[in-house]
């Protein structure tokens, strides 16, 4: 079992930055891959990123490629998030997820608004 639990949205003007935090329970959490989800308002949930339980291997959503970076710290049991260049449609409640490819376990979301 592993618990997630994200920090870290807010609103921020377009071009700015925001750093995304999913603190996570349990001892297994290094053996999972990670990734990171996000649903605007009416639109379905999507893929933002991923990243392999060792870290070595990192997939992003062609919207987000040379904007976000996804890292892990297995020490803290932590999956990050860096968004830059934010633009206002990005504006959604990102979700941390873990367990790939059936994404098991889910937190419940922190909310991201890019105001322009």
């Known amino acids: 079992q592993v618990q997630l639990v994200e920090s870290g949205g807010g609103l921020v003007q377009a071009g700015g930055s925001l750093r995304l935090s999913c603190a996570a329970s349990?001892?297994?959490?290094?053996?999972?891959?990670m990734g990171w989800f996000r649903q605007a308002p009416g639109k379905e949930r999507d893929f933002v990123a991923s990243?392999?339980?060792?870290?070595?291997?990192?997939y992003y959503a062609d919207s987000v490629k040379g904007r976000f970076t996804i890292s892990r710290d297995n020490a803290k049991n932590t999956v990050y998030l860096q968004m830059n260049s934010l633009k206002p449609e990005d504006t959604a409640v990102y979700y941390c997820?873990?367990?790939?490819?059936?994404?098991?376990?889910w937190g419940q979301g922190t909310q991201v608004t890019v105001s322009s």
């Open positions: 349990g001892r297994t959490f290094s053996t999972y891959g």
């Open positions: 990243i392999s339980w060792s870290g070595s291997s990192t």
């Open positions: 997820a873990a367990d790939p490819p059936i994404w098991a376990y």
